[in-house]
């Protein structure tokens, strides 16, 4: 007599999907790999996982990020993970990338030209920085004169920054006071360890705006 395999639920098939990759899997891309399940079904199954990881206190959950789903660690257990992938972590960006990178994300689409007149300075360098890295795109051409590249953010700045959606983006007062704390606690971090916190960049608000 054959031995009989159970199948494994599909919340448990799509676990192992979120586990198996580094980037969000929509709903579209969940459903189409478990041969056009319903769409509603797939997010019942995220919610049910999400319930079961919140009531045993895992130490990750599903997070909505650019449009689709993804595992993450929650923030409380950042300060080890971060000791675990010192050393290995991607360069980060500069502080003028960020800069440039908050300006684009407020003020989309927006061209070079605009970016430069708000920094003072010249951006080329920069902007090509952030093109290579797929954080902004070319979104089209300007109405004025010679009709200037105008550049906009990709789904890739939202899965860098953890964002859902654009509009998930705090006001640039909330946005200050976000890094004005994350500066202080990383500062805090690294008066316990035999590392330097990393430098946090400020954005400020054009008053020309």
Not at 98 to 104: G, R, T
Not at 110 to 119: F, H, K, L
Not at 158 to 179: A, H, Q, T, V
Not at 194 to 203: G, R, S, V
């Amino acid at each position: 007599m054959e031995n009989s395999v159970t199948e494994p639920s599909s919340a448990a098939i799509i676990e192992a999907l979120l586990f198996s990759t580094d980037s969000a899997l929509s709903v579209n891309d969940l459903s189409a790999i478990l041969d056009g399940m319903d769409a509603k079904e797939v997010e019942r199954c995220i919610h049910s996982l999400q319930q079961g990881y919140e009531t045993t206190e895992r130490s990750f959950s599903i997070a909505t990020v650019a449009g689709g789903f993804q595992l993450v660690t929650r923030p409380e257990y950042a300060r080890w993970i971060k000791r675990l992938y010192r050393g290995r972590i991607p360069s980060r960006l500069t502080q003028a990338s960020l800069e440039c990178l908050a300006i684009v994300a407020y003020r989309q689409p927006i061209s070079r030209t605009e970016i430069e007149a708000v920094r003072g300075v010249n951006v080329d360098g920069v902007m090509r920085t952030l093109l290579d890295r797929n954080l902004i795109r070319i979104a089209g051409r300007g109405e004025g004169v010679g009709r200037p590249i105008l550049y906009a953010t990709t789904d890739e700045f939202l899965r860098y920054f953890g964002l859902n959606r654009l509009s998930d983006m705090p006001k640039i007062d909330e946005l200050k006071e976000m890094l004005r704390e994350r500066d202080e606690a990383l500062h805090e971090e690294a008066q316990e360890s035999l590392f330097p916190a990393p430098h946090i960049p400020h954005f400020e608000r054009d008053e020309t705006e």
